[in-house]
């Protein structure tokens, strides 16, 4: 199967993304492990790539497409896969049609992960990790509090939020997504290629969704 994963940042797609490639034997194709691989293996555009990387730049839409194109150029390209975190807009949609158009590919199906903004900012900004170095306990205020409040179970330090899950950086992310992503909804909509996925609840039980939602 050939398919993208769409959702909300903190929408736990990642990890659904991740479950459904290693149950049902589909290549995970993310961004970020791409970029890394291709600044590794120094590709063309690992190298254009590099200098963004290491001066913690976003890398621009347009070399973020030529990945994706050197990635299925590349003979061991995978038949299967699943796409997690692209495309982002409508202009990187279009261009990963003409990628997989010249292939001779068609994708499967686009699965939507539907989470409330107000959940999401409820899951993101509950969470709380230890800051020393060496103990990477994690904790979220309502699904899994430390047992003295703001204090880590494991070597009693005091927690502390990271940066990406202060409420302002969820909002601001959650603006992005609106404004560049949800464009793509009614553009796979058009191509009969939606399903929609309700995205929160246990990771099984959203697990089940996608499965049905595939009918895998
Ligand atoms: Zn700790």
Redesign the pocket.
């Known amino acids: 199967m050939r398919l993208i994963l769409i959702g909300p940042p903190g929408c736990g797609k990642g990890t659904q993304a991740k479950l459904v490639c290693k149950r049902k034997k589909i290549d995970h194709i993310g961004t970020g492990d791409l970029l890394r691989e291709a600044i590794r293996n120094a590709t063309p555009v690992g190298q254009k790539a590099k200098p963004f990387v290491e001066t913690g730049h976003l890398v621009p839409d347009e070399l973020v497409n030529d990945l994706i194109q050197e990635k299925f150029q590349d003979p061991s390209h995978p038949g299967d896969f699943l796409l997690d975190g692209y495309p982002r807009t409508l202009a990187q949609a279009a261009a990963l049609d003409s990628i997989l158009e010249k292939l001779q590919f068609s994708l499967n199906a686009v699965i939507l992960f539907e989470v409330a903004d107000a959940e999401i900012i409820r899951r993101v900004t509950g969470r709380w990790s ?3 170095f060496g ?3 994690t904790y979220h205020i309502s699904s899994n509090p430390p047992r003295v409040p703001g204090i ?6 005091h ?1 502390v939020q990271r940066d990406d899950d202060h409420v302002e950086t969820v909002r601001a992310r959650l603006e992005v997504y609106h404004r560049d992503t949800v464009p793509l909804i009614p553009y796979y909509q058009k191509k009969k290629m939606l399903r929609i996925v309700p995205g929160e609840g246990k990771i099984e039980t959203v697990y089940k969704n996608i499965v049905q939602a595939l009918g895998l």
Request: with cysteine; glycine share 0%; aromatic share 0%.
């Open positions: 230890c800051p020393k103990c990477k306990a880590c179970d494991d070597c009693l330090t927690l």
